[in-house]
């Protein structure tokens, strides 16, 4: 579901922005360890299958969750994840799949996988020593599944802002995708792109991709439209792309 959403919300044109929150007590609680934990013993203890062949179905599985969190990276509009109370397990792999992290003060992070004997494999580790930028904190925590506050998660830059509660932070989370859905779209999904190759690429790499993006993309009207807005002390509008 999670990479289908985010499919139709990249091809969607009314859509600039877009806030991902939790419906319950928390964020994210983690895996159902019954249900989820359940089918993936099933899956090891299947001794009609070899080893192989189970070796296949497990790549499969962990392919197919691995795309739904990346359908977010690459969804070209900014995702905004507000969080509250726990955000544990898969909710990491999420929230590093997001553009910016707000949380409330009550937020609690757990990278927990080390807990159930694996290692993570669906994006935590592989963006959050990229999100944070401070490799021996990420080790650390990934190495004890130990719980990080809010305070702690503010510090070392795993969120941006901090809230009272699950509310507030939801509320700040809506009017930020509101304030960049203002602006220009082929702007904010430009700044996306770059800054997305620029991450993973060297300066020089990332200095010609954005020299390509930026011949055509400067062509359209949105440039023009908010010199003259700007010259004429007045709001720009921008189409929808």
Same mark, same amino acid.
């Given at each position: 579901?999670?990479?289908?959403?985010?499919?139709?919300?990249?091809?969607?044109?009314?859509?600039?922005?877009?806030?991902?929150?939790?419906?319950?007590?928390?964020?994210?609680?983690?895996?159902?360890?019954?249900?989820?934990?359940?089918?993936?013993?099933?899956?090891?203890?299947?001794?009609?299958?070899?080893?192989?062949?189970?070796?296949?179905?497990?790549?499969?599985?962990?392919?197919?969750?691995?795309?739904?969190?990346?359908?977010?990276?690459?969804?070209?509009?900014?995702?905004?994840?507000?969080?509250?109370?726990?955000?544990?397990?898969?909710?990491?792999? %999420?929230?590093? +799949?997001?553009?910016?992290?707000?949380? @409330?003060?009550? /937020? $609690?992070?757990?990278? !927990? *996988? #080390?807990?159930?004997?694996?290692?993570?494999?669906?994006?935590?580790?592989?963006?959050?020593?990229?999100?944070?930028?401070?490799?021996?904190?990420?080790?650390?925590?990934?190495?004890?599944?130990?719980?990080?506050?809010?305070?702690?998660?503010?510090?070392?830059?795993?969120?941006?802002?901090?809230?009272?509660?699950?509310?507030?932070?939801?509320?700040?989370? %809506?009017?930020? +995708?509101?304030?960049?859905?203002?602006? @220009?779209?082929? /702007? $904010?999904?430009?700044? !996306? *792109? #770059?800054?997305?190759?620029?991450?993973?690429?060297?300066?020089?790499?990332?200095?010609?991709?954005?020299?390509?993006?930026?011949?055509?993309?400067?062509?359209?009207?949105?440039?023009?439209?908010?010199?003259?807005?700007?010259?004429?002390?007045?709001?720009?509008?921008?189409?929808?792309?």
């Amino acid at each position: 579901e999670l990479r289908t959403t985010f499919d139709k919300l990249a091809e969607e044109p009314k859509c600039r922005a877009i806030v991902i929150s939790g419906n319950g007590k928390s964020f994210c609680s983690g895996i159902d360890l019954q249900q989820g934990m359940g089918e993936l013993i099933g899956m090891l203890m299947n001794d009609d299958a070899d080893v192989g062949r189970k070796a296949r179905s497990l790549r499969r599985l962990i392919t197919t969750c691995q795309d739904s969190y990346t359908a977010i990276e690459a969804c070209p509009k900014p995702v905004i994840a507000a969080i509250h109370s726990h955000c544990i397990g898969a909710g990491i792999n %999420l929230i590093t +799949a997001c553009d910016v992290r707000y949380a @409330s003060s009550d /937020a $609690v992070f757990s990278i !927990k *996988e #080390v807990d159930i004997g694996m290692a993570a494999d669906v994006g935590a580790l592989n963006r959050i020593q990229k999100v944070v930028g401070n490799d021996s904190w990420t080790r650390e925590i990934a190495f004890t599944a130990r719980d990080v506050s809010a305070d702690e998660a503010l510090n070392f830059g795993l969120i941006s802002r901090i809230f009272n509660n699950a509310k507030d932070v939801v509320e700040g989370a %809506l009017y930020l +995708a509101r304030t960049i859905a203002e602006k @220009s779209p082929i /702007a $904010v999904q430009g700044t !996306k *792109e #770059v800054l997305n190759h620029a991450r993973n690429h060297s300066i020089q790499d990332s200095l010609d991709f954005v020299k390509t993006w930026n011949m055509s993309q400067m062509q359209s009207a949105d440039l023009r439209n908010s010199a003259m807005a700007a010259m004429n002390k007045q709001k720009a509008e921008y189409e929808n792309v």
